[in-house]
Structures are given as C-alpha cells and as structure tokens.
C-alpha cells in the first residue's frame, strides 16, 4: 500500500517576519519529507478568502483575512508517506497552549491567531489548497 501523498504548507507572515522560516522547513526535511514547488508570495485578499471560506461569517474571519495577507508568506507543497497527518503532528495544535512542547506551535507559536504554518487537514482539503496555490495539482 502506498501512502505518498501531498499536502500544502504555509509559513505565514509572523513565521517569515521573525526569520524561522529555515527552522520550520529544515523540520519538515528532517522528518524526511521532499519539499516541491516551494513561493515566497504575498497572499492576495481574494486568494485567502477562497482559501478560508469555510470560515466566512465566523466572528474571527477578518481577523485571519488581515493576518495571512500581512505580508509575506513561504508556501510549499509537501510530498512524503503520510503527509498530512505527520506535518500536522510537527506543526503541533492550533493554539499554541495546546501543542506539544517540540512542535513548531508549542516552541515558536504566540497565540492562536498568530501560529506561524498552516498544513492541509485532509487529501481532499490538500488537493483544493494545492489547486488555489499552484494552479492543477496534478501537474506538481
């Protein structure tokens, strides 16, 4: 059975802003995985609400609209075994409180809102975010 698969990896802003962009990747490299097709960009107003838009109309929508396009962001396509359950075990909880001292979160993370990397959360979320990134995922 193979479980190659892809996923998509975002270093927001405050991960590119406070210079761990390296730590972060070097993590997902150290953990054997190949990093593809990797962009620095500067995420549009109208690329993160169709990348958030099952969050549109939550109380913290545009608070997550104005971070993620706040400046630059490192993002990535992650290919390996098990890649999207793993990277979300580096990444570490959504609220740094939460996540596993060695994780990503839990070592560099200052609040939920601001929690450096974002990773797909499951191979159909992966095939949509890869597509809104980097065009037809099928050709990465």
């Given at each position: 059975m193979d479980d190659s698969?892809?996923?998509?990896?975002?270093?927001?802003?405050?991960?590119?802003?406070?210079?761990?962009?390296?730590?972060?990747?070097?993590?997902?490299?150290?953990?054997?995985?190949r990093l593809e097709n990797m962009t620095e960009m500067t995420i549009s107003r109208e690329l993160a609400s169709?990348?958030?838009?099952?969050?549109?109309g939550?109380?913290?929508?545009?608070?997550?609209i104005d971070y993620i396009t706040g400046g630059p962001s490192v993002v990535a396509i992650v290919h390996g075994e098990n890649t999207i359950e793993n990277l979300r075990m580096i990444m570490g909880a959504t609220d740094p409180l939460d996540a596993t001292p060695g994780s990503i979160r839990g070592a560099y993370a200052t609040s939920v809102t601001h929690?450096?990397?974002?990773?797909?959360?499951?191979?159909?979320?992966?095939?949509r975010e890869i597509g809104l990134f980097f065009g037809d995922s099928r050709t990465c």
């Open positions: 698969e892809k996923t998509l990896l975002i270093i927001k802003p405050d991960g590119v802003r406070r210079g761990l962009v390296g730590e972060i990747l070097a993590r997902v490299e150290r953990k054997g995985y169709k990348h958030y838009a099952e969050h549109k939550k109380p913290f929508y545009d608070d997550l929690n450096l990397v974002h990773g797909s959360d499951s191979p159909e979320s992966a095939e």
